[in-house]
């Protein structure tokens, strides 16, 4: 599975998703600009020593990551969408896409792949899920649906 934050703002979220990444054998693909510097201390303490086991990936825009992986299939978290996580069938090398804590994901880009955006159902007058959490919650989905290939 691969993960793609779209300028991420808050460290410890990205180091939270950083570790579930390593964890999952998911890959991590962020996207600039970050709202840090990736030698945060706040970025290494939450991935912890994780790191090392980290398949880490850094873009300049996401058509870059577009480019890189044409055949791929790519998933839009928003809580703008109709459609469930839970109401897709992930395949393992599915893009599950994400955007910065503040704005979430461009409308631009919502609008071009609105057949592929996802949303977590939750409360009627709650904004949103943090971040790190929404990305465990879509991703563990989709491991599970695959019946967590390599993981114990």
């Given at each position: 599975m691969h993960i793609v934050l779209v300028e991420p703002e808050i460290p410890n979220n990205t180091g939270n998703i950083s570790?579930?990444?390593?964890?999952?054998?998911?890959?991590?693909?962020?996207?600039?600009p970050?709202?840090?510097?990736?030698?945060?201390?706040h970025l290494k303490r939450a991935g912890l020593d994780y790191w090392q086991y980290l398949d880490l990936h850094y873009y300049d825009s996401f058509e870059e990551v577009r480019q890189t992986y044409p055949q791929g299939?790519?998933?839009?978290?928003?809580?703008?969408?109709?459609?469930?996580?839970?109401?897709?069938?992930?395949?393992?090398?599915d893009f599950l896409v994400f955007g910065k804590e503040t704005a979430g994901l461009p409308k631009p880009l919502l609008e071009a792949n609105a057949g592929h955006c996802l949303r977590i159902p939750m409360g009627k007058d709650i904004?949103?899920?943090?971040?790190?959490?929404?990305?465990?919650?879509?991703?563990?989905e989709a491991l599970r649906q695959q019946g967590f290939p390599n993981l114990i």
């Open positions: 570790r579930t990444c390593a964890v999952t054998g998911s890959s991590l693909h962020l996207v600039r970050l709202g840090f510097s990736t030698d945060d201390k299939q790519f998933w839009f978290a928003t809580t703008k969408a109709k459609k469930h996580y839970t109401s897709v069938r992930f395949g393992p090398d904004r949103s899920l943090n971040l790190a959490n929404s990305v465990a919650i879509i991703l563990y």
